[in-house]
């Protein structure tokens, strides 16, 4: 993992010093605390990263910050409830996960299935579609929160 975060590092470096861009060290810091948050993050969790690593970002060049690297493929905003939460996920080249959400405790478990990969790709060729990306998000209960469920009366006893 950390020689993918390296990479990334020398990718950002290339890229936004060939665009220009202003305050790079400070954009730099940005990516570096979000590369240390190794799961889906809001722009508070990477406020908070920043501060304990010594640094501080106002919200609005965080934010711009942050939609930098989403341009770039650093990152990509996710948004898996149904509350105006937008998260932050990393992107790494040639790595593809999809996702299982909870309705009920919002936890995200990223997964990788290749028999679903090659089925997806399978049914796509059926289609005649050439699949340039997809995602997959399952919704439903986690196992802690399934565990903590009532159950239910069974209705030929009700």
């Known amino acids: 993992m950390q020689n993918r975060h390296e990479n990334e590092k020398k990718q950002f470096r290339r890229l ?16 570096e605390a ?14 908070g990263q920043l501060r304990a690593d010594g640094l501080d970002a106002d919200e609005e060049f965080l934010d711009r910050s942050m939609e930098q690297l989403c341009r770039f493929g650093f990152a990509r905003k996710v948004d898996f409830t149904r509350e105006d939460k937008v998260l932050y996920e990393h992107r790494h080249l040639g790595v593809h996960h999809d996702h299982m959400i909870c309705t ?3 936890a995200i478990l990223e ?3 290749e028999t679903m ?3 997806q790709e399978k049914v796509a060729r059926a289609y005649g579609f050439y699949m340039l990306q997809h995602k997959m998000e399952i919704y439903g209960l986690c196992s802690k ?5 009532e159950d239910l009366v069974p209705l030929h006893k009700a």
């Open 111 to 113: 997964f990788r299935d």
């Open 16 to 31: 936004f010093q060939q665009e220009g861009l202003d305050r790079f060290e400070e954009r730099f810091q940005v990516l």
């Open 34 to 47: 979000f590369l240390k948050l190794d799961h889906h993050v809001t722009l508070d969790e990477v406020a």
């Open 145 to 149: 929160c399934v565990a903590l469920r």
């Open 104 to 106: 009920k405790c919002g």
């Open 117 to 119: 990969e090659m089925l």
